[in-house]
């Protein structure tokens, strides 16, 4: 797929990858779900969740063992076709636990995304995981 369409779009797309990342460093729920169409879907590790409510509903849970993560994202392509685009890119996750472990992963989305006005939502983010590194356990 590479980097096909307006590079002014390709750019947007880019942002809106990291509006996503930057909400999961920051822990921000508003954040997060602004990066998403109201009737999106979000499928990924045996999960669909559908709409934002469903995606809110979610957050608690992802959080509650978690003091921060760390997350960040490589974009491997951007397609723009008129109002719509595909869009890959790879992330990295580590995520500090509340008991002092850490856990280490990576996977891949699979994106689907329009436009809104001046700016690009994910209306489809499809996770697939890559692999995990031993994780690190808290200190007795």
């Given at each position: ?21 930057d ?15 109201e009737?999106?879907?979000w499928?990924?590790?045996?999960m ?16 509650a ?20 685009a ?31 006005g ?23």
């Amino acid at each position: 797929m590479s980097f096909e369409g307006a590079l002014a779009d390709r750019i947007l797309i880019r942002e809106r990858m990291s509006d996503y990342a930057d909400a999961m460093f920051q822990r921000d729920l508003d954040a997060w779900l602004g990066c998403f169409t109201e009737d999106c879907l979000w499928r990924g590790n045996g999960m669909e969740m559908r709409g934002l409510d469903a995606l809110a509903a979610s957050w608690p849970n992802l959080w509650a063992p978690l003091n921060r993560m760390a997350y960040f994202t490589e974009v491997a392509a951007i397609r723009v076709t008129g109002e719509r685009a595909t869009a890959r890119c790879y992330s990295r996750q580590i995520m500090f636990q509340k008991d002092g472990g850490i856990r280490k992963f990576a996977g891949l989305y699979h994106d689907k995304l329009v436009r809104r006005g001046d700016t690009w939502l994910f209306s489809e983010r499809e996770f697939e995981f890559i692999g995990t590194e031993p994780n690190i356990e808290p200190a007795a």
